[in-house]
């Protein structure tokens, strides 16, 4: 694998579990056994494993439950049984002793992993289990957190997850050392801390807050009719893994019924032996019925309600902050989503990488709270705060159960209006930002998209920078706290700002409050960021970063595109899923599907209030570069041309973002997102109201004219990551221009 830590997945399978274990292999399996796969072999394996005795459906939403078992028994009722198959009862296949391994691979800092088998899903040792992995590794004010990335600095990072599956689970702790720290003095910190919570136990004040976490994320999950978490994988989870589809009722007894001493005694009983260690060190360099059903096509979807976008109330406060609220009574709890007219294009007035550092920095304490009190606070209310910044703007976000809300809107905010940017901290977060900075440097589709923006746009643009913010080292490493100070004067603004809320909340009830924790917050006057329309370029050649015995490139082109404000950005959305935003999209069944050169190719327009930057990203084999630019541009010339928009694909471009509206709508975090693009793009206020009712009425002419405004191949810009001694000659050989040289910060190199 070309990825960063992907070799971990199949020495962990091998060395946890013994042989002949159903977990004791990958599920994308061998290329080996692959290549050695018949295709009688492969039909085989369909027909004894993918039949309907072997199947779960689960159906939910608005539906009627008589409708939907005819319909179910129409399609599905003549699929003959498949033959029985051996059913795996548990096998936790606790080890003793201690294994370790150790493997080097293409990483840019060493990570640590110690992995213990577990009891399945299911089970009460498992929830138990589960809760102290919170404990010991959810958040900053968990053990492992702060002892190794707050207190010692040993980490930039520690997490602690338990994969519950249908026969068996594992428990892990993976840590990522900081550059220059032994993972030896990782482990022992690690050791040292698990020790000391076998010895005596959860505190009550933790065990209270990891509960009202796991009951607050089941709330939030259960909003949602599908994705993970939903209602739809809730049930099916219980039915598939104990033929109960309501067990959900018996993982959240184990929790309300776990107690400081099950949790010790259970975790004592698991974690005290059996450990596997995994070092990874940088490599330097049953009956049918009779049914009319015609297999040979699919069934006619039926037509989906009409999504309805809940109404929106505004109003302005005193120092003009601007509030919007949408009512949404399913559940209580409540989101809300403070934009600041900032973001990263706001680097251009500072060191790049500032707004992303003073983002992370926001809940690092204030004037009254410290970090740590901060997340233990937000914890025992159950509340979610998340920080950050995207192009155009930055963030704060709260998501916390309506009768947490006031004590919450404290805490939120004191972050915004008084954060003190503690210098201990500053230097902590500041390293973290460096370490990113090096990973995405060594992930090569993260390298192409740090680089292509400044290629597209200029330096002295604002959308001329790293896409993911995050600055380079070189500008990081010369940021001081009094740099995100004035950020944060100088951005933070109530009259460049909204606030969104979306929840069991009515503007009555909410505004007061609002007023009266913002009343000190002063108006005042933000800088104008450089977002001015740049020429498109006329054969700007193809720009190469050198990646030795890469085995795949990443060919990546980029060119500006109307902006999301744009009146045509409708029509150039749907032209793009079909070009390249979605997986049956021409040029990812191209490459993929036909050619078999990739895992998967993609186009993307990434929002913007200025050009948005238009993006085909093609991960691929090394020896058909040159052969998968020609087919890109073929494609871009063919859709832009001669092979234009057939009416199919129109019509499924229009059905399928019609039809993802409820389900995109279904959550308040989903209603959140649509209102941030109306804040951002300064859209109408009825604009998502009216949403379906304007793709409904654009025409394919519509999105033909959109390909040929976006899609020019004349003035693409290439930036190609892969071996530049065998990619060389074939890319001249494009005659698309001249070759420029880069290195990985983007600068000129002969």
Not at 10 to 21: K, Q, S
Not at 294 to 312: N, S
Not at 523 to 552: E, S
Not at 640 to 657: C, M, W
Request: glycine letters at 6%; hydrophobic letters at 40%.
């Amino acid at each position: 694998a070309n990825e960063p830590y992907a070799v971990t997945e199949e020495l962990i399978a091998r060395a946890v579990f013994p042989a002949g274990h159903p977990y004791s292999w990958t599920v994308g399996g061998s290329i080996e056994d692959l290549n050695r796969a018949s295709i009688e072999d492969v039909h085989n394996w369909f027909s004894t494993y993918y039949g309907p005795n072997n199947a779960v459906i689960v159906i939910s939403g608005d539906i009627k439950p008589a409708e939907v078992l005819a319909k179910v028994n129409k399609y599905f009722g003549q699929i003959p049984p498949s033959p029985p198959v051996a059913r795996q009862s548990a096998w936790v296949a606790k080890r003793s002793g201690q294994h370790r391994q150790q493997v080097q691979d293409r990483v840019p800092q060493a990570r640590l992993y110690k992995i213990w088998n577990i009891p399945q899903w299911g089970t009460a040792e498992a929830d138990y289990l589960d809760l102290a992995s919170s404990i010991l590794g959810d958040g900053k004010t968990s053990r492992l957190y702060k002892r190794l990335v707050y207190d010692d600095q040993l980490a930039d990072s520690v997490s602690v997850v338990v994969d519950l599956r249908e026969i068996a689970g594992l428990f892990y702790i993976i840590a990522d050392a900081k550059p220059g720290v032994e993972l030896s003095r990782v482990e022992k910190a690690i050791d040292e801390e698990l020790a000391r919570f076998l010895e005596s136990g959860p505190k009550p004040e933790e065990l209270e807050r990891v509960r009202t976490g796991y009951l607050t994320s089941f709330i939030k999950g259960v909003e949602k009719v599908g994705g993970f978490s939903g209602k739809t994988d809730i049930l099916a989870r219980g039915q598939v893994f104990t033929g109960q589809p309501d067990y959900y009722q018996e993982n959240l007894r184990h929790v309300r019924e776990s107690s400081l001493e099950n949790i010790k005694e259970t975790a004592k009983k698991w974690l005290s032996d059996g450990v596997y260690v995994l070092e990874v060190l940088p490599y330097p360099q049953l009956s049918t019925i009779k049914s009319d059903v015609d297999r040979q096509k699919l069934p006619e979807p039926g037509t989906p309600p009409a999504a309805k976008f809940p109404k929106i109330e505004k109003t302005t406060l005193s120092n003009g902050l601007k509030l919007i609220l949408a009512e949404r009574h399913s559940i209580p709890y409540v989101e809300m989503s403070l934009i600041v007219d900032a973001g990263y294009a706001a680097d251009q007035f500072a060191l790049s990488g500032t707004a992303s550092l003073a983002m992370q920095m926001l809940d690092e304490g204030t004037g009254k709270r410290s970090s740590l009190e901060i997340s233990e606070q937000l914890a025992l209310l159950g509340a979610e705060l998340q920080t950050g910044s995207r192009l155009d703007f930055s963030y704060v976000n709260l998501g916390v159960l309506k009768d947490k809300l006031i004590p919450a809107l404290d805490i939120y905010s004191d972050l915004i209006l008084h954060p003190s940017f503690p210098q201990a901290d500053f230097e902590r977060i500041k390293k973290i930002q460096l370490a990113r900075i090096q990973q995405e440097k060594f992930s090569p589709v993260w390298l192409a998209i740090r680089v292509l923006p400044g290629l597209i746009y200029g330096e002295n643009h604002a959308y001329g920078q790293p896409l993911t913010g995050s600055g380079y080292e070189a500008t990081v490493s010369q940021i001081k706290r009094d740099d995100l100070v004035k950020y944060h004067q100088t951005w933070f603004k109530p009259n460049h700002s909204t606030l969104i809320i979306v929840g069991d909340v009515t503007m009555m009830d909410i505004k007061p409050e609002i007023e009266k924790i913002f009343k000190s917050w002063k108006a005042g006057d933000v800088p104008k960021k450089n977002i001015t329309k740049v020429p498109l370029k006329k054969q700007p050649g193809v720009y190469l970063l050198d990646r030795p015995d890469a085995p795949q490139s990443v060919v990546m082109a980029g060119l500006p595109a109307p902006s999301s404000s744009d009146p045509e950005a409708l029509a150039i959305d749907l032209m793009n899923f079909i070009f390249g935003g979605d997986f049956l999209s021409r040029i990812n069944m191209n490459l993929r599907e036909d050619k078999h050169w990739s895992y998967g190719v993609f186009s993307t327009l990434v929002e913007a209030r200025g050009q948005r930057p238009f993006l085909v990203v093609a991960p691929v084999q090394a020896d058909k570069t040159k052969e998968t630019i020609e087919e890109i541009l073929a494609e871009m010339k063919g859709i832009s041309g001669n092979k234009p928009i057939t009416n199919n694909e129109y019509l499924n471009a229009k059905n399928s973002r019609v039809n993802q509206l409820p389900s995109l709508w279904e959550t308040m975090a989903g209603v959140e997102n649509s209102l941030v693009e109306l804040v951002n793009f300064n859209l109408p206020d009825d604009y998502f109201e009216k949403y379906p009712a304007r793709i409904n009425q654009l025409k394919i002419e519509d999105l033909n004219r959109a390909a040929k405004t976006v899609l020019k191949p004349e003035s693409l810009i290439w930036l190609v990551v892969g071996d530049r001694a065998k990619l060389e000659k074939p890319l001249r050989e494009l005659g698309l221009g001249p070759i420029y040289y880069l290195d990985r910060d983007g600068q000129p190199i002969k």
